[in-house]
């Protein structure tokens, strides 16, 4: 059993309740394994979850992937944990269109039914949130919201008219959070500041987890996340997932795949990484920032997303590793790049403060930040061969990034339509070489074939 944190609307804080919940589960029953989940397609968040718990996060999109995918990572990780929770996205009922709840937090519920504790933000009102309550409970039947928790309380005599307020619709309130409870986590243009850049990280945590276990009613809680020790044969035929069989043959060694992972590259779902492994690969982590050379042995390369334009200068200062980045690829080695991976093959980097930055020059364009943000879903049509796709292929990926490429492909990769087919974007990608790149993540659940390709691109 578990519970599915919802907020009424974006920014009344689902990551700080999560993460609150998730420290003082963890500080209460230092024996037992909580897992974690995340609506939807995000990097951040789930460090900060994986961090607390010590186990990786796992997403749970089915735009992305697909409802069956959804069911059985669920079902797969959490028949051995005592607790599951799951942070959802933006408001309760909020997707990825106006007409259904399509990848909404409402979708998950529905989906694994599982009971929501909806959070309310009580700033400026008081009678009124009964309005609000009543109206989300009512406004999908099939959704069972099991209480909700009170953020940003004034005072004492605040609680009360909420409480007031809230007694006739029987809901109950499973946490109280009072304005000056708010625990700032830094942020910056894409949303939270990964972990790895964070200095006083366990003092957050440690206050987050004094927040969890002195705002929230545990008798009421814990019943709703179900028995600490479930019987777990119920679950076992839907946590089987099917792959495709590894690549290689009997006898031969894994292929090794040379992953990005530092400070600059840190967007993986943890999902992906788990399919390479499964599928016959070895990653091996190195850092375009500090590493001079690749690791030996690779057969291939891996640049997920992140931040580097933040580190442009420590990138473009390792030298070393961006010509044997360089001559790798020019050398023939299969390489898939999405998103950060995208910019640091690209001629330069140009930072927000118009700091220009050479990078490894696979592709002759620059990286130019902006203050536009792209976001969405995305439908890509291969529009040529890579490493990853054939002509034709329709794979489901999501945008999320604030720079964009001052020179485009004379033969892009992809056309690009959203989740409503009559929303058309830039074509964008590109094929050189061995290299698939593109802005587009990626999540290989529902969609392994496409690396099994790459892998066996690898391996030849």
């Known amino acids: 059993m578990a519970i599915i944190i919802a907020g009424e ?26 897992q974690s989940f995340k ?38 990780h959490s028949q051995n944990a005592a607790y599951s929770l799951i942070e959802g996205v933006m408001g309760l009922f909020d997707g990825a269109t106006g007409k259904d709840d399509t990848a909404s937090t409402a979708h998950i519920a529905r989906l694994l039914n599982v009971p929501v504790v909806l959070i309310l933000n009580c700033a400026s009102t008081s009678r009124s949130v009964a309005a ?20 940003r309380v004034g005072s004492d005599r605040h609680l009360e008219l909420l409480t007031q307020a809230l007694e ?5 309130i499973l946490g109280v959070l009072r304005r000056q409870d708010n625990i700032a986590i830094p942020d910056r243009h894409l949303g939270l500041i990964p972990i790895a850049e964070m200095s006083d990280l366990d003092g957050i945590i440690e206050r987050l987890a004094h927040l969890g276990e002195t705002c929230f009613d545990w008798e009421k809680l814990l019943p709703l996340m179900g028995d600490p020790h479930p019987n777990h044969s119920s ?23 040379a992953i990005a992972q530092d400070r600059a590259f840190s967007f993986y779902y943890a999902d992906n990484l788990d399919l390479f492994r499964e599928m016959g690969a070895e990653l091996v982590p190195w850092s375009p920032i500090s590493d001079r050379t690749l690791p030996e042995r690779i057969q291939g390369l891996y640049f997920g997303g992140g931040f580097p ?42 930072d927000f403060e118009d700091k220009s930055f050479p990078m490894v020059n696979i592709f002759p364009t620059a990286a130019k930040m902006g203050k536009r943000l792209t976001l969405g879903y995305r439908q890509a049509i291969a529009l040529q061969d890579s490493p990853l796709v054939n002509k034709g292929d329709r794979v489901w990926g999501h945008e999320f990034h604030r720079s964009s490429l001052t020179e485009s492909c004379d033969r892009p990769l992809y056309s690009l339509q959203g989740y409503e087919s009559h929303l058309q974007y830039p074509s964008e990608g590109w ?19 496409l690396l099994q390709r790459f892998l066996s691109t690898c391996h030849l």
């Open 431 to 449: 094929q050189r070489y061995q290299v698939h790149a593109s802005y587009t993540h990626l999540h290989f659940g529902a969609q392994s074939h």
């Open 309 to 350: 334009e933040v580190f442009a200068a420590e990138l473009a200062e390792n030298k070393n590793a961006r010509e044997a980045v360089h001559k790798a690829i020019t050398s023939g080695m299969p390489t898939y790049a999405e998103c950060g991976g995208l910019m640091y093959l690209c001629d330069r980097i140009v």
């Open 9 to 34: 609307r974006s920014g009344v804080g689902k990551t700080t309740v999560t993460l609150a919940l998730l420290a003082a589960l963890k500080a209460r029953s230092q024996s037992d394994q909580v």
């Open 235 to 257: 679950v076992e035929a839907e946590a089987r997932f099917l792959l495709p069989s590894p690549i290689g043959r009997a006898g031969e060694g894994k292929i090794r795949i």
């Open 168 to 172: 006739p619709l029987n809901l109950p």
């Open 132 to 151: 609000i309550a009543h109206g989300y409970r009512t406004f999908d039947p099939r959704i069972q919201i099991a209480g909700v928790v009170l953020n």
């Open 39 to 76: 609506v939807g397609p995000d990097y951040i968040d789930p460090m900060f979850h994986a961090y607390i718990t010590g186990l990786p996060c796992r997403n749970l999109d089915p735009v992305l992937t697909s409802e069956d995918y959804v069911r059985s990572c669920f079902a797969k």
